[in-house]
């Protein structure tokens, strides 16, 4: 019976997979770099940071980090942060609430090695979502009777 449901859940596993599978990993994480450059500014020296609302991942040399649903900065870090492309926490140093360019660091949980920041750059959050949603755009049209047969 055991063997039963460990094949059932190693299919239901395969078929979720095949579906995510539609665009490459590494293709969707380009598309969302090239979305992020496209929606952040001018390079800033530094930040004010009072909560780390939440993140995200773009690779293991840069990431976004949101102070508020409507507020983000993407930042460049030294290259290969060991861990930053699949670690599920972090933290960034500060120094009175403020986050510096080659002053502060970001730390990704497991990783021994503290990762410089070498860029700051704010992210037009509205231009994101705009971005994003423009990609997303699904064409449809009325389904004419008899087409398609």
Partial sequence: MNN?????????TGM?????????????????????????????RHFNFFTLYSWESLGDSQLAVYTKPNKAWLLDVSPHCLQLGYGNAIAVT???HQISVNFDRV???????????????PIDVARLKTLQRERHRIESRPRVPGEGR
Avoid: K, N
Wanted: with cysteine.
């Fill in 4 to 12: 039963v449901f460990t094949r059932i859940a190693m299919l239901l």
């Fill in 16 to 44: 979720v997979l095949t579906g995510c599978a539609s665009m490459p990993y590494a293709q969707r994480l380009h598309q969302r770099q090239l979305d992020y450059a496209a929606a952040a500014g001018a390079p800033v």
């Fill in 94 to 96: 500060s120094y009175l």
């Fill in 107 to 121: 730390i990704v949980a497991g990783s021994p090695v503290p990762c410089a920041i070498r860029e700051i750059r």
